[in-house]
């Protein structure tokens, strides 16, 4: 069994060595100390193993940018950075990495109704962008190598699109149940 649950400030080292799995050693871990120092944890989430509590994904959310790559993105009011996304190895495949992304834009919201979330992926990284763009995350810009050592996409989705996905459905009331319940169970079971 998995969980989902807000992040807790004493499990930053665990997530670091989590992070040191999956991500690059040379260009990625630098911004997740960075965004492990910076995260908010009201809005930042990790999925547990109900066995033994161990930590196999987690998302970090941060209010100020891990990194600026385009001035217009310090003038974004109401700005957040999906910093990172990670799930172990293992535990790819099985819905995690959707369910924390939908936990954090949830959090989000109720922090924010005018929000604007942004991120930035590997242009390689298929899985992931089809995961952003499932979720309603829409590609603004592609960088160049001046910008990021790996060329990327800057993605990012704001409360428009968010309500249009998320509260306006049809399902208003199961979207909204669903909203609700993300916020106030904890830890919520996902599989
Ligand atoms: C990207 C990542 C977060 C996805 O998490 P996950 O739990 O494996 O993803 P899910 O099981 O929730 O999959 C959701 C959707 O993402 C897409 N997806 C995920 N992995 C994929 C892959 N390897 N190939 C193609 N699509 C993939 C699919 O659209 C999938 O939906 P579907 O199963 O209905 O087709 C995870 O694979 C990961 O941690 N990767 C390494 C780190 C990383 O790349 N992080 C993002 C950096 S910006």
Not at 34 to 56: G, H, M, R, W, Y
Not at 137 to 154: A, L, N
Request: glycine share 6%; charged share 20%; aromatic share 10%.
């Amino acid at each position: 069994m998995l969980g989902i649950r807000r992040l807790k400030i004493e499990e930053k080292s665990a997530i670091l060595t989590l992070g040191r799995q999956i991500f690059r050693e040379d260009d990625e871990i630098p911004l997740l100390r960075k965004a492990l120092s910076q995260c908010v944890p009201e809005l930042s989430f990790v999925a547990t193993s109900s066995c033994d509590n161990t930590i196999v994904g987690f998302v970090l959310v941060c209010k100020e940018a891990t990194k600026y790559y385009y001035d217009f993105m310090r003038k974004i009011p109401n700005c957040y950075e999906l910093a990172f996304l990670g799930i172990s190895p293992q535990a790819q495949g099985n819905g995690l990495g959707t369910q924390l992304l939908k936990h954090a834009l949830s959090a989000i919201f109720k922090d924010s109704t005018d929000f604007t979330c942004w991120l930035l992926v590997d242009t390689i990284n298929i899985g992931a962008i089809r995961l952003y763009e499932k979720l309603g995350f829409r590609r603004w810009y592609e960088t160049t190598p001046c910008i990021t050592p790996c060329p990327g996409y800057i993605m990012g989705i704001s409360t428009r699109k968010y309500k249009e996905l998320y509260i306006n459905t049809t399902d208003f009331t199961t979207d909204l149940h669903t909203h609700v319940l993300d916020l106030i169970t904890n830890p919520v079971l996902v599989c």
